[in-house]
């Protein structure tokens, strides 16, 4: 694994503007950055990632169905009384997930260690899957990358597949906060994938979601019979409506069990399920006595976002903290692992589910120990 300097497309306005990709700036600040590259070797890749995506995947799926029947962990999590009995028969349906993406800290040496799950969220997903494909092949067409350059991502291919099974032809609304250009911009990738499924699909605001009787509605009286929501689970919950019968009239995507897993909370229960799993960080809830043994850890929400409100410790010396208006749920401390140091910069490397199968992979790198929404996308390659 290396960080490399990469000559960035003249035309890439263009190019970003064929594919739709139109949060490539954030504030005026550069979101994608091509003038550099991570690289990889084909070892790195199979043996370490894409082994540790796929190991975690498994255990992750045995916790949850764990957890789903014990109140005390639901609690524990925070997750409200009222959605524990959608939660479980969500589960028992086995309703199906589209996606998930396990956050690493990896230099290439030594095993991958788990910083995050981020079960029910796409961010990023459109990067990972079509921005830097199509810089792949333009940069392999251009000289700038040896024709067997290749790329850990199958993630096109394989969302449209998974649509397929999910919705079997049938409609999908595909709602978010509009106002984001990043939500309409992953809501509409994710849309065209189902489209390109057999789906017939509606975007539409969250604002515009109304209630019949006991279903969910649009602004056109359209049932929402099934609905892509890129709106946290906590959100819903919370919400006037997260209580109505329409909750479990309508299937969603994520399912209500991704709740579970989209607490930090699920690191400890990971961590209680298989301590000493090369790839997960010792994990406790900050009220649990043993959360004292971590000298150097990190603080985490049990819900956040782009790394808000997050703190790193080398015991009574802060090294890092970001700000925010999350915690009042409580916290987690995990033990820390520093992200590896590439000349200044440190790399996320965020590895993606599909159906529950390894799929692929994007980069988010920051001149700070902390990723968050400011942090910057990189485009990898595999060179052997």
Request: aromatic share 12%.
């Amino acid at each position: 694994m290396r960080r490399e300097l990469s000559p960035p497309r003249p035309d890439f306005a263009e190019e970003a503007r064929k594919i739709g990709f139109q949060y490539a700036q954030a504030d005026g600040e550069p979101y994608w950055d091509e003038s550099a590259r991570y690289v990889f070797s084909l070892r790195e890749i199979e043996d370490d990632l894409e082994k540790a995506t796929a190991d975690l995947s498994a255990l992750s799926e045995e916790v949850v169905a764990r957890i789903v029947r014990d109140e005390r962990a639901l609690e524990r999590l925070r997750i409200p009384r009222h959605a524990w009995r959608l939660i479980a028969e969500s589960h028992a349906r086995r309703d199906p997930s589209l996606y998930g993406r396990f956050d690493f800290s990896y230099s290439g040496e030594g095993p991958p260690k788990l910083l995050e799950y981020n079960a029910d969220t796409p961010t990023s997903l459109y990067e990972s899957s079509v921005v830097q494909w199509f810089w792949l092949e333009q940069m392999i067409a251009r000289g700038h990358l040896p024709k067997g350059a290749d790329q850990f991502n199958s993630l096109h291919d394989r969302l449209i597949a998974r649509w397929r099974e999910i919705a079997d032809g049938g409609p999908v609304h595909f709602a978010c906060m509009t106002q984001s250009v990043e939500d309409r911009g992953n809501v509409a990738y994710l849309a065209d994938c189902a489209t390109q499924a057999g789906s017939w699909t509606a975007r539409i605001d969250m604002r515009d979601i109304g209630l019949a009787g006991e279903r969910f509605v649009d602004r056109l009286g359209r049932r929402v019979e099934r609905m892509f929501k890129l709106y946290p689970w906590e959100w819903m919950f919370a919400d006037a409506f997260g209580k109505s019968a329409a909750m479990g009239v309508t299937r969603f995507v994520e399912p209500p069990w991704k709740a579970i897993a989209s607490s930090k909370g699920f690191l400890a229960y990971l961590w209680e399920a298989a301590p000493g799993h090369p790839n997960l960080l010792p994990c406790f809830f900050e009220d649990d006595a043993r959360a004292a043994s971590l000298t150097r850890y990190a603080r985490k929400p049990l819900y956040s976002r782009e790394g808000a409100n997050v703190a790193l410790y080398d015991g009574e010396t802060l090294l890092a903290r970001t700000d925010g208006d999350y915690g009042g749920e409580g916290f987690v401390r995990q033990q820390l692992c520093a992200l590896p140091s590439f000349g200044g910069r440190y790399p996320v490397l965020g590895c993606w589910l599909v159906g529950g199968e390894p799929a692929g992979m994007g980069v988010r790198e920051d001149s700070s120990l902390v990723t968050t929404d400011r942090s910057r996308f990189l485009p990898h390659a595999i060179i052997d």
